[in-house]
């Protein structure tokens, strides 16, 4: 402001007004800049714009291309994964069922040795018995010989073995 | 001029260019002015026409340049201000970003060292063209009656439209263009006076052998305001474009 005022201040004529334009300085503002626009406007412009369009396609195209390639992937994916999900599944039922047979099946052999066993077992007890009948009866006869020779020395006299045979037999039920 | 013991060079050193073709004609005298217009035009043109031949997918070069430019005037301007069908708008916008800023970086350029815009006939020719370009794309999108929907907006108690009105005609068809060639023109014309003064200082330290920090200190003022100026190159040819993108992006919705 200080400038401005020295300025004024010194000049003897008045300096002409800088907002006021010249009048070829107009002239050839407005032939280069309106030259320009057209420029820019026809010739300049377009092929750089269509560039960038271009790309901005080329990269949209990819990037499209990209996304359907990661959604089939991913379909792909679900599929496998639903295929070893059934896999798993029928390999689990076919487990269970293996199991439930085998458990049939053992439980079948189980009941079938229990029943030999236990006819094993009857027979046993069986040919037990009577063996032991048959020893009971051996033994009751030489216990009877035995108790009739033993009375006999006692009494000093032969006993007969048939006639006493019946306090033999209430002796040895009575034990 | 002399200011204390510094001396000045007179204004009209900023003001009158002598021409140096075409002399004689009024209309054509070509001067420095005219120069500094000239490389606005040119220079844009070779770098269009030097990335236009670039191919491939990957830009290079003054591909590169470009689209950069492209890109910013794109996203910053015409999206920003006017929307998706602003982008019919790009050559007028592209045009004007560039012309401006060529203009004005040329102040910080040796041997030019005056911005072209620090003259009010490019501001003025450009803030016509605007002018013309934002009333025809009002009328030509909303017809006739955008005038009238200028002028009288919706929404206003009757009663005030005998204020609203003229106030309206004023601003919008008679304060708007010398508003928008002024602007650019003041900022660039102080800036240049600025970095004058700041010049002829350090030449007047220099030549007075004054203490070394006082030189150093005048000469980083110095090449703080040119750096300053580089800023304000940009910032005012970016805020006349925008202010044009969102003349046309009123024109072209009003009701907005």
């Given at each position: 402001m200080n400038l401005m005022l020295v300025l004024a201040a010194e000049s003897t004529e008045d300096p002409p007004n800088p907002v006021i334009p010249e009048v070829n300085e107009i002239v050839w503002a407005a032939i280069f800049f309106i030259a320009l626009w057209m420029l820019m406007k026809y010739v300049l412009l377009p092929p750089i714009q269509r560039a960038m369009e271009n790309r901005s396609s080329t990269i949209q195209g990819d990037r499209d291309a990209a996304d359907a390639a990661t959604s089939a992937l991913g379909s792909t994916r679900r599929d496998y994964e639903a295929s070893l999900a059934a896999a798993r599944s029928e390999a689990s039922d076919i487990i269970a069922a293996a199991r439930g047979r085998a458990d049939e099946q053992r439980a079948a052999k189980q009941a079938e040795a229990d029943a030999e066993i236990a006819e094993l077992r009857r027979s046993a007890q069986a040919e037990i018995d009577e063996a032991r009948a048959s020893a009971l009866r051996g033994m009751r006869g030489d216990v009877a010989s035995l108790a009739v020779g033993a009375a006999g020395v006692v009494l000093g006299r032969e006993l007969d073995a048939g006639s006493q045979q019946s306090v033999i037999d209430q002796a040895l039920a009575a034990d | 001029m002399i200011f204390g013991a510094v001396e000045f060079p007179p204004i009209e050193n900023v003001i009158e260019w002598p021409a140096?073709?075409?002399?004689?004609?009024?209309?054509?005298?070509?001067?420095k002015i005219g120069l500094i217009y000239g490389l606005g035009f040119l220079i844009p043109t070779v770098i269009f026409l030097l990335a236009a031949r670039g191919d491939g997918l990957v830009p290079r070069g003054f591909r590169t340049v470009a689209e950069g430019i492209v890109e910013f005037i794109d996203t910053q301007i015409v999206q920003a201000?006017?929307?998706?069908?602003?982008?019919?708008y790009m050559p007028l916008l592209t045009s004007l970003f560039l012309f401006i800023f060529l203009g004005n970086i040329t102040?910080?350029?040796?041997?030019?060292?005056?911005?072209?815009?620090?003259?009010?006939a490019a501001p003025l020719v450009l803030a016509l063209i605007v002018y013309a370009t934002w009333i025809s794309v009002g009328v030509k999108h909303n017809g006739i009656g955008y005038i009238k929907e200028v002028l009288?907006?919706?929404?206003?108690?009757?009663?005030l439209y005998i204020l609203v009105t003229p106030i309206e005609f004023l601003s919008n068809f008679l304060i708007r263009p010398f508003s928008h060639a002024v602007r650019l023109f003041a900022n660039m014309l102080a800036g240049h006076i600025l970095l004058v003064t700041f010049s002829v200082l350090c030449i007047a330290v220099f030549s007075a052998s004054a203490l070394i920090v006082v030189e150093i200190g005048t000469f980083s003022g110095l090449l703080a305001f040119t750096a300053f100026e580089v800023g304000v190159s940009l910032i005012q040819a970016f805020v006349f474009t925008i202010l044009t993108a969102v003349y046309i992006g009123m024109a072209l919705h009003p009701s907005h």
């Open positions: - | 140096f073709l075409f002399k004689d004609s009024d209309y054509f005298a070509f001067n201000a006017i929307g998706p069908d602003g982008r019919r102040e910080v350029i040796p041997f030019f060292q005056m911005p072209g815009n620090a003259r009010m009288v907006p919706p929404g206003v108690p009757k009663p």
